[in-house]
């Protein structure tokens, strides 16, 4: 059985709304998703009407609809602050020396369970065991400074 567009239009609605609400999973950037909710909430209107001057301003109206309140809710939740948990996430966190960092020199600190090839910032000797906290990244080395400094 074929189904015809006047008739059956709500379903052929239906069925592309749906598609492209899954669709949106793999295509970013939320343009199909508004689309395909504006086309699901479109078929439940051709479900009681077949007239096309009542389905396309209702149409738009919807399309319009979904796409201002998907963007709004999703804005929301993309500009949500993210966690840093690459390098930069270490800047601040406390860690522990475990080989002396000697003025001009490079010792080691424990962060993480991890050892990091650190300097130091100022002209004193930090000892196994200081306390310091991490303050600028440069590639795979660590500059950091005394917790407890005056």
């Known amino acids: 059985m074929i189904l015809s567009l006047e008739h059956d239009l709500w379903i052929q609605l239906l069925v592309i709304g749906v598609v492209l609400v899954f669709a949106e999973a793999v295509v970013p950037g939320f343009v199909i998703l508004p689309l395909g909710l504006g086309l699901i909430l479109t078929a439940g209107v051709a479900a009681v009407t077949t007239n096309w001057y009542v389905l396309?301003?209702?149409?738009?109206?919807?399309?319009?609809?979904?796409?201002?309140?998907?963007r709004k809710y999703m804005k929301k939740a993309l500009d949500a602050p993210k966690k840093k948990t690459t390098a930069e996430g270490m800047i601040g966190k406390e860690a522990t020396v475990t080989e002396p960092i000697e003025p001009g020199s490079s010792g080691y600190i424990k962060l993480y369970g991890?050892?990091?090839?650190?300097?130091?910032?100022?002209?004193?000797?930090?000892?196994v065991g200081t306390k310091v906290t991490i303050t600028k990244i440069d590639g795979n080395k660590v500059w950091v400074t005394p917790l407890n400094e005056d």
């Open 56 to 70: 396309v301003p209702v149409a738009g109206a919807l399309q319009f609809l979904s796409y201002y309140l998907t």
């Open 114 to 127: 991890d050892l990091w090839m650190a300097r130091s910032f100022n002209e004193r000797v930090l000892t």
